[in-house]
């Protein structure tokens, strides 16, 4: 089986601009969750969509938004670039969504906003 | 906030065993213990996890206390592609959010 994909792998962009992002879940996973990594806060939690819904919100800015399609891909957009955009944004998909579940992670997007 | 404490960092030669701590004092009854590790810029993997009973897999064991107070992750034989962020992960938030703490880097030496 596929692992999780995410694409591109390598972005640069300006201040200002807008950028999308793309992940491509394992087959048969419902569940797609999104992460920022930066140097200074970690791994951080933006948001998850299951059947096209999202059901949690990280403590972002509404800058950054995201969608599920019907085939359980999903997009996130940061508008409005900023130069702390800068980070690894990571995608995990998981077959349903509960405590016992587990997330498998795509290799990620890194972003730099020049 | 992350619910887990770990040490910053360890070393650990060469085919021994890594054992790696994690304090999750405040783990509350229905609570996993979530371990993942992240090799250098690469997604995080996932290794193994567990509620109450020691777990095992092909990559690591599980021994979580008899209070579920701490736990320990270990590597039977560690080797050079071992090295990497080991990430303790307590609790579960509806929409599947983990939260991260900042993990114990791990160095395999020769």
New interface residues.
């Given amino acids: 089986k596929a692992g ?1 994909t995410q694409t591109p792998r390598y972005l640069i962009k300006t201040r200002g601009q807008q950028v999308t992002l793309s992940c491509s879940p394992i087959s048969g996973h419902r ?1 797609v ?1 999104w ?1 920022q990594q930066t140097p200074g806060q ?4 933006l ?2 969509y ?1 059947s096209e819904t999202q ?4 403590n972002f800015p509404g800058r950054f938004s995201g969608r599920q399609f019907s085939n359980s891909r999903s997009e996130m957009n940061v508008s409005t670039l900023e130069l702390g955009d800068s980070a ?1 944004y ?1 995608c ?1 998909s ?1 077959a349903k ?12 997007t ?1 972003l730099t906003v020049l | 906030d992350a619910k887990t404490t770990q040490p910053p960092s360890m070393d650990c030669a060469e085919g021994r065993a890594a054992n790696l701590p994690c304090n999750h004092s405040t783990i509350s009854g229905n609570e996993y213990v979530y371990w993942y590790r992240q090799i250098h810029s690469q997604g995080p993997q996932y290794i193994i996890h567990g509620l109450k009973n020691n777990e095992t897999n092909e990559m690591a064991s599980l021994i979580i206390t008899e209070d579920r107070k701490s736990s320990t992750l270990i590597l039977p034989h560690a080797t050079l592609r071992d090295t990497a962020v080991y990430y303790c992960i307590v609790g579960w938030e509806y929409g599947n959010k983990l939260v991260f703490g900042a993990g114990t880097i791990l160095r395999v030496k020769s």
């Fill in positions: 999780v569940s969750s992460y970690g791994l951080q939690f948001f998850e299951f059901r949690n919100k990280g690894l990571l995990a998981s969504s509960d405590s016992t579940d587990t997330q498998y992670f795509g290799p990620g890194r």
